[in-house]
């Protein structure tokens, strides 16, 4: 098995997103992961966190912020009112941890 093979099975695995010590106890190295990242294969959504490049933004936005809720022009775009986007537009709950 590759490593990018690896990478992707446990991404998947992980829901999507995968945390890099979660990569780490898979067998990926952190230079391996920046190799995977500089090919393509992989995408540094967060500092810590990775994504297959195939991911679309609003899927790695539901898996990282679970309770945020999508407004304003974002919101047209979700929905399919407009094709244009700048920026992600979202809302947070006061209550939640940074």
Do not use: F
């Amino acid at each position: 098995m590759t490593k990018r093979d690896l990478a992707e099975k446990t991404i998947k695995k992980c829901g999507g997103i995968a945390k890099t010590s979660t990569l780490n106890e898979a067998g990926l190295e952190n230079y391996e992961l920046a190799r995977l990242c500089d090919s393509g294969c992989l995408k540094r959504v967060r500092h810590g966190y990775y994504s297959l490049c195939d991911m679309a933004d609003d899927a790695i936005l539901q898996a990282v912020l679970p309770e945020g809720i999508v407004c304003m022009e974002s919101a047209l775009l979700h929905y399919g009112y407009t094709d244009r986007q700048e920026v992600w537009e979202i809302t947070l709950p006061r209550n939640i941890s940074r």
